[in-house]
């Protein structure tokens, strides 16, 4: 019974890592799709990084986390700041600029 404890935490550990690793790159993949779809005038736009830098930046991202650094990394902790940072703040400053509700 002693025995049973630590290989049940592993196994509640790996399922813990990979709901993070599929919710990381389901929103790394998801701000990269958008990134790429936009027009890249509208980027500097808003006062932003340029598309190709976004793109750059989200790319690198999902690749270091696909290679097996995995979310809880230092590159997987980047990647999923960058996706949030671009969904909640770049993603909708596009929105707005082509809603034309911004507040330039």
Sequence with gaps: ????????????RYVIELIL?????????????HAITQRSDAFPAIGT???????????VC???TLLGFGPISLF??????????????VRVG????SDGKGFW
Excluded at 49 to 59: D, E, M, R, S, V
């Design 1 to 12: 019974m002693a025995n049973a404890a630590p290989l049940f935490a592993f196994e509640v």
């Design 21 to 33: 690793l599929v919710f990381a790159l389901i929103i790394q993949g998801v701000a990269l799709v």
């Design 49 to 59: 990084l340029p598309k190709g830098g976004w793109i750059a930046i989200l790319a």
């Design 62 to 64: 999902l690749v270091l």
């Design 76 to 89: 997987g902790l980047i990647g999923i700041a960058a996706a949030l940072i671009y969904l909640l703040d």
């Design 94 to 97: 596009l929105r707005d600029l």
